[in-house]
């Protein structure tokens, strides 16, 4: 979709008026251009059920532990999308008027407990042809001292943890790419190949 076209979408949605801000648990979500410039807010599944969903913004983060190995979820079987499958350490969309930086500490909290700690941005990404990747977004790495730093993990959100070496996750990616989150190889080498 053209910009104008994106534009007129949301600006038609927004006239209908067949939402309310108390749609989604009042998660409202900013659609952007592909600039990444705001061009109107509305609830998450608004925007998901009209073919939205890339003009959104969202921040994945990779936990990494002292050996180097990565936390990788296991998705809960009540999730929307991808049941069962493996997830980024932590991932959230971003709210109305949030930045990518706030989002990400804001996730490490909520679904991981972790507080405080270094979160270093490893890369950015947007929408593209080979569909490697298909919102706006910010990566990041957070690397924790796990006798220090105690996770506690949102269990609406996952089934369980498991730690994997960077080696093990890239070796899974080859053969069950499809259990992982679409964009996951791309975000993975955006993190640790740069």
């Known amino acids: 979709m053209t910009d104008q076209e994106i534009k007129d ?35 998450r599944g ?10 959104t913004r969202v921040v ?7 050996k180097g190995e990565v936390l990788l979820p296991v998705r809960s079987r009540k999730k929307r999308y991808l049941p069962g499958g493996y997830d980024y350490s932590c991932g959230e969309n971003l709210q109305s008027g949030e930045d990518y930086f706030s989002a990400a500490i ?6 991981l407990g972790i507080e405080n700690e270094k979160l270093v941005e490893r890369g950015s990404f947007s929408p593209n042809k080979l569909k490697t990747t298909f919102c706006f ?16 993990p949102n269990e609406d959100e996952v089934e ?16 069950e790419q499809s259990k992982f989150k679409r964009d996951y190889k791309s975000i993975f080498e955006l993190v640790f190949n740069s």
């Open 160 to 175: 369980r943890y498991e730690w994997k070496s960077l080696e093990e996750i890239e070796q899974m990616l080859k053969v």
């Open 106 to 111: 804001r996730g490490l909290k909520e679904e």
């Open 46 to 55: 608004v925007i998901w059920d009209n073919g939205l969903e890339n003009n």
């Open 9 to 43: 979408k949301v600006q038609s949605l927004v006239d209908k008026q067949e939402y309310s801000s108390d749609m989604d648990g009042g998660e409202m979500q900013d659609v952007v251009d592909s600039n990444d410039l705001v061009i109107g807010t509305m609830p």
């Open 60 to 66: 994945n983060i990779f936990v990494q532990n002292e």
């Open 137 to 152: 977004g910010r990566a990041y790495l957070c690397v924790i001292d796990t006798k220090r730093c105690f996770l506690k």
